[in-house]
């Protein structure tokens, strides 16, 4: 798994790149990867298997489609970001697997850029232990 360093100061936790990767490929929709690939992120709280769950979607051609999932470890965290504070996040594709049901190598940064001082700083804490969290 990918080691994560975050944001030290709230300057930087905004444009931040994450470098996660897209997993649960069979149960996207079937769609040609490209690097390159832009994405989006969409969370899926009505997911049965896990409630934190955040689909990666395909953003490009204006036709979302379901790529896969991000992983758990980062759903958890991002998760409760993305419902309360609505951030929002895009990226694109870094790399493409060989195996069709790999995972997928992929960017990922924060569109939001403007929050109350207050939520700006429960965002930080949260983001930071999401990196200390996945770098274990």
């Known amino acids: 798994m990918p ?3 975050m944001a030290e100061t709230m300057d930087d936790i905004f444009g931040r790149v994450l470098e996660p990767f897209i997993v649960g490929r069979k149960f996207g929709d079937d769609v040609e990867l490209n690097h390159g690939k832009s994405i ?3 969370r899926d709280p009505d997911n049965i298997k896990y409630c934190n769950a955040i689909k990666v979607l395909s953003a490009d051609s204006g ?3 379901v790529l896969g999932f991000l ?3 980062l759903a958890q965290y991002l998760s409760p970001l993305m419902d309360n504070y609505c951030l929002s996040f895009e990226g694109c594709i870094t790399s493409v697997p060989k ?3 790999g995972v997928v190598p992929i960017q990922i940064i924060c569109q ?3 929050f109350l001082v207050k939520r700006s700083m429960t965002v930080f804490r949260l983001l930071n232990l999401c990196g200390k969290m996945l770098s274990m």
């Open 99 to 101: 195996h069709s049901l």
């Open 63 to 65: 036709c979302f489609k």
């Open 112 to 114: 939001n850029e403007t």
């Open 71 to 73: 992983p758990r470890q």
């Open 3 to 5: 080691k994560y360093e």
């Open 40 to 42: 989006t992120l969409l």
